[in-house]
C-alpha cells in the first residue's frame, strides 16, 4: 500500500493528472469483437479457458468478478509514475482519495465509486440484467445502472449484429418470463421471442436502469456505471453458445437460486415493458456550452452521458492547432479515442495497436484540484482533431442541471 505521502509525491510530479495503464478484462462466454487495438496475439493473454478479453476498464477501482480464476488484480487500474514502480489506482484513493476526489466526495462517496469501460464482442451477448440496490444488498453488492455510448472512432466496423435487444414487448407477462426460464435446459429458451431490438447508433446512446433487459449488440460501447459487477442472465444460449443457469443465479442468494418468481422479481417490470423505452431511454449529444462559440475559442465540449446522479461523461475535441484551458467541478478518467497532444504535462496519443502489459498514452487520470483550476490541452497536428472521453463519478456538479424529472 502507498502512503499518503507517496501518493502525493506522484501527484505532484504529474501536476495533478496520473498516467494509467491499461487494464484489460476476459469474459468467458463472448467472443472479442477485436476494435480495441490489442495485438491478436494477445486476445487470449488470461489463457484459453479464461476466454477473450472483450473489454477495457478505465479508472478502475473495481476488481473483476469473473469466477473462481480471477486474479487477484484484475479489472484494477495501475498508476504509472514518471519514476518508481507502479500501483494500484484502489490504493490510492484509500490513502490518499481527498488528494484525488476532494475531502467532499471521500466523506459523501467513501471512494471512487465509478466503473467505465470499453465493451467490445463481435456478436450479441444474453439478455440479461444488473440488479437493483435491495437485490445486490442481499449477495454483499451494490446495484448497477449504466450507460452506452459508441464512439465513431472504434465502430468504422459494426461486426455481426449492431443491434441491442432492450426490455420486453408490451403485453408480456410474468408467466412468459417463467416459461422461458422453466425450458432453460432445453437449448434456447426463446426470452427474445418477447423482447424488442433496436438498431444502435454510433454518436448516441443510452441509459440502462437496474433490472430492465438487455444484449448488448456488437458496437464497441463506452460504458460508464456504478461501480458494481453484478448481473444475471436471462438467455440460456447465444449464437448457439450454452450460457449456464450458474450465470442467472451468480447474485442471487443460495436460497433463490430455483426460485423463479425471486428471479423473475429482479426484474423492474414496468420499465421493461415500456412502450415508450427508446423515448425515456435513448440519449443524444448535448453541447456544454454553444457550439459555434466554442469552436471558435478552438474546442467543441459536449455531454454524452447524463440525467443520473450516479455517473456522466464529456467528449471534448480539441481542434488542430489550437490549445484551450478547460475546467470541470470534480475528478475525473480520461480515454484518448483520435488524435495526440499534451494534457498539462502529460503526453497524450492514441495508440494504432498494444501489446498486452504495454504501457500507452491514451489514458489518464486527472485529480478534482486540478479540474476545477483547469487543465491546459494542445493539440499540435495540423489536420487532426483531439478527442477524448471524459468520465466522472456520482455527484458532478456540473451534471446536476441534466438530471432527469
Not at 20 to 33: A, D, K, N, Q
Not at 273 to 282: G, L, T, W
Not at 307 to 325: F, H, I, M
Amino acid at each position: 500500500m502507498r502512503s499518503r505521502s507517496q501518493v502525493k509525491e506522484v501527484i505532484d510530479a504529474g501536476n495533478g493528472i496520473l498516467r494509467l495503464e491499461p487494464c484489460w478484462v476476459p469474459r468467458s462466454f463472448m467472443i472479442p469483437g477485436r476494435r480495441l487495438k490489442l495485438h491478436p496475439d494477445d486476445l487470449y493473454a488470461f489463457g484459453g479457458h479464461r476466454g477473450g478479453i472483450n473489454e477495457r476498464w478505465f479508472s478502475s477501482t473495481t476488481k473483476a468478478s469473473n469466477g473462481p480464476h480471477t486474479l487477484p488484480d484484475e479489472g484494477l487500474s495501475y498508476v504509472r509514475p514518471k519514476s518508481g514502480s507502479k500501483f494500484l489506482l484502489k490504493e490510492a484513493v484509500e490513502s490518499a482519495g481527498d488528494l484525488l476526489l476532494g475531502a467532499d466526495v471521500m466523506q459523501r462517496e467513501g471512494g471512487w465509486n465509478l466503473l467505465c469501460k470499453f465493451f467490445d464482442n463481435m456478436g450479441p451477448i444474453p439478455h440479461h440484467m444488473h440488479q437493483s440496490d435491495p437485490f445486490a444488498k442481499l449477495v454483499g453488492q451494490k446495484g448497477k445502472p449504466e450507460a452506452y455510448y459508441f464512439p465513431p472512432q472504434y465502430n468504422q466496423i459494426q461486426n455481426n449484429f449492431p443491434h441491442t435487444y432492450m426490455g420486453l414487448e408490451p403485453g408480456t407477462t410474468k408467466e412468459d418470463i417463467r416459461r422461458c426460464l422453466e425450458k432453460w435446459n432445453q437449448g434456447d429458451n426463446g426470452i427474445l421471442f418477447y423482447a424488442r431490438a433496436y438498431r444502435l447508433e454510433p454518436g448516441a446512446g443510452w441509459q440502462v436502469d437496474p433490472g430492465i433487459l438487455h444484449a448488448p449488440g456488437s458496437l464497441v460501447t463506452y460504458e460508464p456505471q456504478v461501480n458494481s459487477d453484478v448481473f444475471a442472465m436471462f438467455q440460456s444460449e447465444v449464437e448457439g453458445r450454452i450460457v449456464g443457469w450458474e450465470l442467472l443465479t451468480k447474485d442471487v442468494p443460495a436460497e433463490h437460486n430455483k426460485d423463479l418468481d425471486f428471479l423473475i422479481s429482479m426484474l423492474d417490470w414496468e420499465a421493461n415493458v415500456n412502450p415508450r423505452f427508446a423515448e425515456s431511454n435513448k440519449t443524444f449529444p448535448k453541447p456544454v456550452n454553444p457550439v459555434e462559440g466554442s469552436a471558435a475559442d478552438g474546442y467543441i465540449e459536449k455531454w454524452i452521458t447524463y440525467g443520473t446522479p450516479y455517473y456522466s461523461a464529456k467528449e471534448l475535441t480539441v481542434l488542430p492547432k489550437r490549445a484551450v484551458t478547460i475546467k470541470d467541478s470534480a475528478a475525473y478518467g480520461v480515454i484518448v479515442t483520435q488524435g495526440y497532444g499534451t494534457m498539462g504535462n502529460q503526453a497524450v496519443s492514441t495508440p494504432s495497436m498494444i501489446r498486452f502489459g504495454e504501457v500507452t498514452e491514451d489514458e489518464v487520470f486527472v485529480t478534482s484540484d486540478v479540474a476545477k483550476e483547469g487543465v491546459r490541452i494542445e493539440n499540435p497536428s495540423a489536420s487532426d482533431p483531439l478527442v477524448m472521453l471524459k468520465h466522472f463519478g456520482p455527484g458532478n456538479p456540473d451534471a446536476q442541471p441534466l438530471l432527469r424529472k
